[in-house]
Structure formats: C-alpha cells, structure tokens
C-alpha cells in the first residue's frame, strides 16, 4: 500500500486559498489520488479525484506533477465552514481488491 | 438525495456485552465498507464486501467481531462480547467501482459506541 505523508495540521484566514500537499513516494502505476474531507461528528465526504496532472470541480483542485510523487489539494477562498480534517489517499482497485488507507489526515482551521 | 443510514447513532452499553450496529446502503452500491475511528488510530478500515461476499476483513478482530450481509439493503456488524477498546465511533460506507479507480465512497452519520 502506498504510504501518505501530509502535515498535521494548517491555519488559514478566510478568502484565502489553501494549499494542503501529500506526500507519496511509493505511488503505484494503477494507483489513483483521491481527498475527503470530515467535519466533526460526521462521516468523510469524497472531494476529489484524479491520476495525473489536473482535475477542477466545483469544490477544488487536485495538482499532480508528472511524477506523481506528491499532489496538492487546493481550497479557493476557504471559509470558515470549510474547517475540517482532510484526507489524501493512494490506491485503487487493482485486481479487484480494495487498496485506500486513510491517514491521519490534515486539520484545517479557518480563521475569521 | 440517497444517504447511506446507520442505526443506533449512539449506544451505551457494559463491557461482555453483544453490540450490533445496522447499516443500509445506497440503493444499486455494490460494496460496503466498515470502518472504525478513535483519536488514537484515526480511521481505520475493518471489512469490506462486494455484491454481499465478504472480500476482506484483515482489519477486523475476528474473535469477538463479525461483518454480514444479509441481503442487499442491510450490512451489519456485530461485536460479541463488547469490551472498553471498542469504544470508537463506527463508519459504514458504500460506492461502487469506476473502472480501474478506487471508489467513491458514501459514508453514513456513524454509530458512537460507549462501552463501560
């Protein structure tokens, strides 16, 4: 499985736009990037997916350079409602078998 | 808007007791997930099952837990007997896969299990 590494925890003033990378060097050919976010006391709720360069929805952006090796999840002028735990996951289906293991995510905190 | 339902959202109960917690999934999802959070370990993933056949519950404590799937619109998991390290908040989630991508995954409110 490939491992995640993203920080911790980040801050951030509303009307910015947040950046929250993760790290993940062992990234297999099949593998997928896909981020969730959680509020508190509730469920993980899918943001986002891609395998390369660029994918933009109505919520955010995922970069992923060529490599591969790391990807960005990018917030456009965050609020404080978007103040929660995001999760970047590697994997995907492989051979049929389920491949995503959630970290321990990193805590956004909006500030007014 | 389909949401995938949990019952009981809260549940309190002593240490040796049986714990059941039901989930149904959205309708036409082929794989449903169980997964568990604490603070300690985060999330972390239990069992999971595709068209109801259980595909792999290495997460899972297989001497007092355990994952069916009765029919299609119900999951269930089951710890007999309930001890104070199960206290955690307990996820259920659907999705189905998308070609060779992982899945997105719908989760459900959760079910917060007390044990004393």
């Known amino acids: 499985l490939a491992k995640t590494t993203q920080p911790i925890s980040m801050d951030s003033y509303e009307g910015q736009e947040v950046n929250i990378t993760c790290s993940h060097n062992?990234?297999?050919?099949?593998?997928?990037i896909t981020w969730y976010q959680q509020f508190p006391s509730q469920g993980p709720r899918f943001i986002i997916q891609?395998?390369?360069t660029k994918v933009t929805n109505e919520v955010a952006s995922l970069f992923i350079p060529a490599d591969r090796k790391s990807s960005t999840l990018s917030l456009p002028r965050v609020s404080l409602s978007d103040t929660a735990v995001y999760y970047c996951?590697?994997?995907?289906?492989?051979?049929?078998?389920?491949?995503?293991?959630f970290g321990k995510g990193t805590k956004l905190s909006v500030i007014p | 808007d389909a949401r995938v339902t949990q019952t009981p959202r809260h549940k309190v109960t002593e240490m040796g007791q049986e714990v059941t917690m039901r989930c149904q999934p959205i309708?036409?999802?082929?794989?449903v997930f169980w997964y568990r959070q604490t603070m300690m370990q985060g999330l972390e993933l239990l069992a999971y099952?595709?068209?109801?056949?259980?595909?792999?519950d290495s997460g899972m404590p297989k001497d007092r837990f355990s994952a069916e799937m009765p029919d299609a619109t119900l999951a269930t998991l089951k710890i007999q007997p309930s001890e104070p390290r199960d206290s955690a908040v307990y996820f259920c989630?659907?999705?189905?896969?998308?070609?060779?991508?992982?899945?997105?995954?719908?989760f459900g409110p959760g079910t917060r299990l007390t044990v004393t």
């Open positions: 309708l036409g999802h082929n794989t």
């Open positions: 062992n990234i297999a050919t099949n593998d997928y």
């Open positions: 891609g395998y390369k």
């Open positions: 099952f595709r068209n109801r056949a259980p595909l792999d």
């Open positions: 989630a659907s999705g189905t896969p998308t070609g060779g991508g992982p899945y997105e995954q719908y």
């Open positions: 996951l590697v994997g995907g289906t492989g051979a049929g078998s389920y491949q995503l293991t």
